[in-house]
């Protein structure tokens, strides 16, 4: 049932905490995320580097293969960047890459499940306890998204189905117990295949069960009523409000993935009602099912509609969500092991996500502002698939342009990650030897340079000959040789490189100019009388010349579409869309 739990206040073993430390505790991110392995070896490896330096078996860096976004190590966060990366292209309307999809459907292990990378996709996955929940579902959103591949995703959410767990929720590998962000992740998965998460159930429980009792109730601080805990204390039993969990909670609460319809009907926040409350957050009855439940608030989404308990449970735990941005300058802030707090700039994007998945647009647009004023702060954002597309969805999720986002083109720089732009690049290759810039320009520019240097010369020629004194005629006949010889014959030069360099693909000087020129009978100047054909190249030439200019704008703009930075990782992330 989605109805808050309970909080048991006090520290653990007993002690009371003051109300900084009940504070800090209740700000603490949460580890076990799709890449808390990743975070655990990270500061493991700190903390024994000898050790590991030592140590043969220690695994060595992966490199980012074809197919895939990013060229950092993608060990632990490859199939969830290329998820995000596709359901980012896919919300913008971008084309997507079929080697990049392809990469994606390859990933999946023969039981339906996704580890987070797998170097050698022709072998099978030898461990299954490694499986994935949380790179599961995501990959199932965006290969869902993308269409095309309904036996992968099909497969996938059988296998999330069977790792269920008795609470009705998940955690990050099968057997794990539950915790708000893989349930929200799986949630998700579930509303982007169609299936219904409320009827998904293990043993009477829904997701929204287990996210139920993970949510803060009356009892707790009034400041954190109806925020999300990940999981309950493993000693205490207490529920620690962490805005990470609280985010993802609140998507999934909505009945929303990543991809957030930017048309969801307007609706208030509603915080928790706690009236006349005598600890009715307690869950008393765990085997009953949302259907009986009065619901954590009493929100609306809708005048003329009910909403359901666990919308109303979501907009609690929005209510409490926009206090926590307004108290932080419209964003979110995170303390890494051993750090200090820092702009988490991943929960504030899911923050959007999971305002506007509730139809609350305006509160959404504050902690959006921020993002657009502050994005480039976000270490490494550029390099970063999932950065990247987790800017993109937060903007798509209000109505927002991700082509200006605060003066960035995010479309373009996430697609210069990914397989398109290295396709493109390498189609250009050529023209990269020389700086990146394309050789169009300069075969165009030598072809006028041409036509022009003719027509002055035969200018000249004919000024002479007009000037005599005596045979006249003759040295006009005499001189007209020698003069349409030349002329002729340069206009031939340029006539054939022009022509054939079109016809038979050929690229010269003089043939670039004329590129046009199917038929290569209109060189530059070939065929023409001297005087005229000088006329006829310069014409020709300029005329071609802007041609070619246009072509020529059109392939730098695409170049510059892409984007310059390269692809990469963020480091030290809790989750890979985590500082």
Request: aromatic residues 4%; hydrophobic residues 40%; glycine residues 14%.
């Amino acid at each position: 049932m989605f109805f808050p739990r309970s909080s048991v206040r006090g520290a653990p073993h007993g002690a009371a905490p003051d109300a900084a430390d009940a504070r800090a505790r209740a700000r603490r991110p949460a580890f076990a995320l799709p890449t808390a392995v990743a975070l655990g070896a990270l500061a493991v490896g700190v903390a024994a580097a000898p050790a590991a330096v030592a140590d043969e078996t220690a695994p060595v860096p992966a490199e980012a293969p074809d197919g895939l976004f990013g060229d950092a190590d993608p060990q632990y966060d490859g199939v969830w960047r290329q998820s995000y990366a596709l359901l980012a292209q896919h919300a913008v309307g971008h084309d997507t890459a079929p080697e990049a999809v392809d990469w994606l459907v390859q990933q999946q292990c023969a039981d339906g499940s996704f580890l987070p990378f797998r170097a050698d996709p022709a072998e099978p996955c030898a461990d299954v306890t490694a499986a994935d929940s949380n790179a599961t579902a995501l990959a199932v959103q965006a290969l869902a998204a993308v269409g095309g591949h309904q036996d992968t995703v099909d497969a996938g959410v059988s296998w999330l189905a069977g790792v269920q767990n008795e609470d009705g929720g998940w955690g990050f590998n099968p057997g794990a117990a539950s915790d708000a962000n893989s349930t929200a992740v799986v949630v998700g998965a579930l509303v982007a295949t169609g299936a219904d998460p409320a009827e998904t159930r293990r043993d009477g429980n829904s997701p929204y069960s287990a996210l139920g009792t993970l949510q803060l109730g009356c009892d707790a601080a009034e400041d954190e009523r109806g925020a999300f805990a990940w999981q309950p204390d493993p000693e205490s039993g207490e529920l620690f409000a962490s805005d990470m969990a609280t985010v993802d909670a609140v998507l999934a609460a909505y009945g929303s993935g990543l991809l957030v319809d930017p048309e969801t009907p307007q609706a208030p926040v509603t915080p928790l009602d706690c009236a006349g409350s005598t600890d009715e957050g307690e869950s008393t009855d765990e085997g009953e099912g949302e259907e009986g439940r009065d619901g954590a608030a009493d929100g609306t989404a809708a005048p003329d509609e009910e909403p359901s308990p666990q919308a109303r449970a979501g907009s609690a735990g929005a209510a409490q969500l926009v206090e926590v941005l307004a108290d932080g300058d419209d964003h979110l802030v995170s303390t890494p092991p051993g750090g200090e707090p820092q702009p988490d700039f991943a929960s504030t994007a899911r923050s959007v996500l999971a305002l506007a998945a509730g139809g609350h647009r305006e509160e959404a647009e504050a902690p959006l502002e921020w993002l657009r004023a502050h994005h480039t702060e976000w270490a490494d954002y550029a390099q970063n698939p999932t950065a990247l597309g987790l800017l993109v969805l937060a903007a798509h999720a209000t109505g927002g342009s991700a082509e200006d986002f605060g003066g960035t083109d995010l479309v373009a720089q996430l697609g210069q990650l990914g397989p398109a732009a290295a396709d493109q690049n390498g189609a250009g290759e050529d023209a990269s030897d020389d700086g990146g810039s394309s050789p169009v320009p300069w075969i165009i520019g030598g072809g006028l340079v041409i036509g022009i240097g003719i027509g002055a010369l035969l200018s000249f020629r004919r000024r002479p000959e007009t000037d005599a004194e005596t045979g006249q005629e003759a040295d006009t006949d005499t001189d007209a040789g020698p003069a349409d010889g030349p002329a002729d014959g340069a206009a031939a030069a340029g006539g054939e490189a022009a022509g054939n360099g079109a016809a038979g693909g050929t690229a010269t000087a003089g043939g670039a100019a004329e590129a046009a020129d199917a038929d290569g009978d209109a060189g530059a100047g070939g065929g023409a009388g001297a005087g005229d054909g000088a006329d006829a190249d310069v014409r020709t030439a300029a005329g071609e010349a802007t041609s070619g200019k246009g072509a020529a704008d059109q392939t730098t703009d695409a170049e510059d579409g892409r984007g310059t930075d390269a692809a990469g990782r963020e480091a030290g992330e809790r989750r890979p869309d985590q500082p």
